[in-house]
């Protein structure tokens, strides 16, 4: 079970960090990521991570504002979320995966377990 945290309605300029907290013993083995879906728009790649947390990829629409992060210790993800902007308003979702892999560019069929969510809202 994967259950996200941290939304809430900020201004353009502010930071936000979201976390997602997992149950189960295996966190560790599963390939996270962060989508996020805005209204009328689709699910978009925001950023994914590596089991071991080596390795990091962020869509282009956020690169260089989001960094994700993960302690596996306590079964968590992070996003940071620096510089917001009115178009980062959207629902942010965690997800993870068994599968070890991960690229640059990842889709929501990649990912097999679900958040419920969780809205951030950027005031310009």
């Known amino acids: 079970q994967l259950v996200e945290s941290g939304g809430g309605l900020v201004q353009a300029g502010d930071s936000l960090r979201l976390s997602c907290a997992a149950s189960?013993?295996?966190?560790?083995?599963?390939?996270m990521g962060w989508f996020r879906q805005g209204p009328g728009k689709e699910r978009e790649f925001v950023a994914a991570i590596t089991r071991a947390g080596s390795r990091t990829y962020s869509g282009d629409s956020v690169k260089g504002r989001f960094t994700t992060s993960r302690d596996n210790a306590k079964n968590m993800m992070y996003l940071q979320m620096n510089n917001l902007k009115p178009e980062d308003t959207a629902v942010y979702y965690c997800?993870?995966?068994?599968?070890?892999?991960?690229?640059?560019?990842?889709?929501?069929?990649?990912?097999?377990?679900w958040g419920q969510g969780t809205q951030v809202t950027v005031s310009s």
């Open positions: 997800a993870g995966d068994p599968r070890p892999f991960i690229r640059p560019n990842m889709y929501p069929v990649d990912f097999d377990s």
């Open positions: 189960g013993r295996t966190f560790s083995s599963y390939t």
